[in-house]
């Protein structure tokens, strides 16, 4: 692609932009809480520009909100695993884990604040580690890489994991 068609890209892409940004957030506004809105739109258009070349000039509203409805369920799905996995995680602490309701509560949030800030390859990771209990040979092939690379991905996303928590006890708030 020439430098002339990328701006010609990039000058069709803005004015789309323009032109339906405010329809994307208003839709979004309705499916998701006031504090997702941003990354919803955003990831919208990161679809859209993507994609560029399917949005039918006639119809790019109508194909924007599809997007958007696409990303909100996306994110609504990987809202149900982040919570299957918190509940999966509590159903195994020790015996010996604190039994006050309060504190245990205050516990279980941390924890999915924690994991709510790793970043989506490593929850994603962790859910099929953990709960949906995928072997090593398993989550190799399902993310196309080597045995080796799979136990150092998820060493380091339950280390991160760990820091998060870690960073929420002590009172910190996790980047």
Known sequence: MTSHNNSANEAAFTSLYREHYSAVRAYASVCVPHSEIDDIVADVFVVCWRRFRDVPSDWARGWLIGVTRNVVRARNRSARRSEGFIDHLIRLRPPNWVEDNHMANEEVRQL????????????????????????????????????????????????????????????????
């Open 112 to 175: 999915n604040e924690a994991f709510s800030k790793l970043s989506l390859g490593d929850q994603e990771l962790l859910l099929l580690a953990g709960p949906h209990e995928l072997s090593v040979g398993d989550l190799a092939i399902a993310f196309g890489i080597k045995p080796g690379a799979v136990k150092v991905r998820v060493h380091r996303a339950r280390q991160r994991l760990r820091n998060a928590v870690a960073v929420l006890d002590a009172g910190g708030e996790v980047a």
